[in-house]
Nanobody
Framework: QVQLVESGGGLVQAGGSLRLSCAASGRALNSHAVGWFRQAPGKEREFVGRITWSGGITYYADSGKGRFTISKDNAKNTVYLQMNSLKPEDTAVYYC????????????????WGQGTQVTVSS
C-alpha cells in the first residue's frame, strides 16, 4: 500500500527552480506533519523543513530558509516543496516523510517515507 509518493525532481541549472510534490494516502494522512529531507551521496540524511497538516505551520532548516517554501493542498492530500535559487550543493535525493512527533527534525522521528526523487543542480 503506497502511502507517500514524491515527484517533480530533475536536472536544473544553478539559480533555477523546482517544485517537488508529495502525495499522501492511507496511514500517512493520520500524521501530525510532513517533513522534507534530502540525502547527498556519501552524506547523512538532512532535514529540510516540515509543515503541519493542521494549520499549515512551517519550519525550515537554515539551508533552505529564504529559498525553499513548503505548502500543502489538503484537498489533494499533497505537500509541496518549492525550491528557488538552487545551488549545486542542493543536489540530493529528496524525501518526504510523516511524523507524529511535535516539532520533529530528526529522521528517526519520521515513520513513513516516500521513495525519494532526485534533484540535480548543475553549475
Amino acid at each position: 500500500q503506497v502511502q507517500l509518493v514524491e515527484s517533480g525532481g530533475g536536472l536544473v541549472q544553478a539559480g533555477g527552480s523546482l517544485r517537488l510534490s508529495c502525495a499522501a494516502s492511507g496511514r500517512a494522512l493520520n500524521s501530525h506533519a510532513v517533513g522534507w529531507f534530502r540525502q547527498a551521496p556519501g552524506k547523512e540524511r538532512e532535514f529540510v523543513g516540515r509543515i503541519t497538516w493542521s494549520g499549515g505551520i512551517t519550519y525550515y532548516a537554515d539551508s533552505g530558509k529564504g529559498r525553499f517554501t513548503i505548502s500543502k493542498d489538503n484537498a489533494k492530500n499533497t505537500v509541496y516543496l518549492q525550491m528557488n535559487s538552487l545551488k549545486p550543493e542542493d543536489t540530493a535525493v529528496y524525501y518526504c516523510a510523516t511524523t507524529l512527533v511535535y516539532k520533529a527534525t530528526l529522521s528517526a522521528h519520521y515513520n513513513i517515507w516516500g521513495q525519494g526523487t532526485q534533484v540535480t543542480v548543475s553549475s
